[in-house]
C-alpha cells in the first residue's frame, strides 16, 4: 500500500470538459446493458442513473434494494462502493476518454437503509497524464442530505484494447456484434 494514494501530484492540472460531452442535465445513459452498477440487464444490479452536471460533474441516483443488503436493513458497503465506482467512472463521458478504476479510497459516514435513495455527486479534481483524480459524495435524504459515503479516486485512461484483450471472448464479440454501433462504442466507453 506504500506510496498509493489520491493526493494531488505536482503537476496535474485542471479538467477540461470536452466540447462534445452531453449538457448539463443531459442523462448519460447505461454504457453496458450487462454492467452490474448501470445496465438494466441485470435484475438486481443498481440501475444507477448518471446526469451531466456543470463542469466536469455527474450527479446520479441509487435506490437501494433488498438484494443490496449486508447487514439487516442496511446496503452493503460494497454495494455502496460500487454505487460510487459507478457515478465516478461517468465522468469519462465529460473528458470523452476511457478509463478504468486505478484506486477507490471509500469512507462510510452513515448506514444506508433499504429503500433509500442515494443521491450521488461526483467531479474530476485533476488530471494527470493518464492519471484521472475525482471525487464522490452520497448524500441521504436529497442532493443536501447528510452524507453518508464519500470516496476519491484515481481512473487511468486506457484504449479500447484493455477491453477487448482482457474480457471474456464471449461478451466482447457479442458486444462488438452488435448492429446498433452507438452500442458498440457505449459498451467501451465507460469504466465497466
Not at 450527479?59 to 436493513?73: D, I, L, N, S
Request: with cysteine; aromatic share 6%; proline share 8%.
Amino acid at each position: 500500500m506504500s506510496g498509493r494514494t489520491t493526493t494531488l501530484p505536482d503537476g496535474a492540472e485542471p479538467p477540461v470538459r470536452h466540447p462534445d460531452a452531453p449538457a448539463p442535465g443531459e442523462v448519460i445513459g447505461s454504457h453496458y446493458e450487462y454492467c452490474f452498477g448501470c445496465g438494466g440487464g441485470v435484475p438486481h444490479g443498481l440501475h444507477v442513473e448518471v446526469r451531466a452536471g456543470e463542469g466536469v460533474s455527474v450527479t446520479a441516483e441509487f435506490r437501494v434494494k433488498e438484494a443490496h443488503q449486508g447487514a439487516p436493513g442496511l446496503a452493503h458497503g460494497g454495494v455502496l462502493a460500487t454505487a460510487l465506482d459507478e457515478t465516478l467512472g461517468s465522468l469519462g463521458w465529460l473528458l470523452r476518454v476511457i478509463a478504468v478504476t486505478g484506486r477507490l479510497e471509500t469512507d462510510y459516514v452513515l448506514p444506508v437503509p433499504v429503500d433509500a435513495v442515494l443521491h450521488l455527486r461526483a467531479e474530476v479534481r485533476a488530471v494527470h497524464g493518464r492519471k484521472i483524480y475525482a471525487t464522490a459524495t452520497g448524500r441521504i435524504g436529497g442532493p443536501e442530505g447528510p452524507v453518508a459515503v464519500q470516496a476519491d479516486a484515481v481512473f487511468i485512461e486506457v484504449k479500447v484494447d484493455h477491453f477487448i484483450e482482457n474480457g471474456r471472448p464471449t461478451e466482447i464479440q457479442a458486444a462488438l456484434a452488435d448492429p446498433d454501433q452507438v452500442k458498440v462504442a457505449r459498451a467501451f466507453e465507460v469504466n465497466p
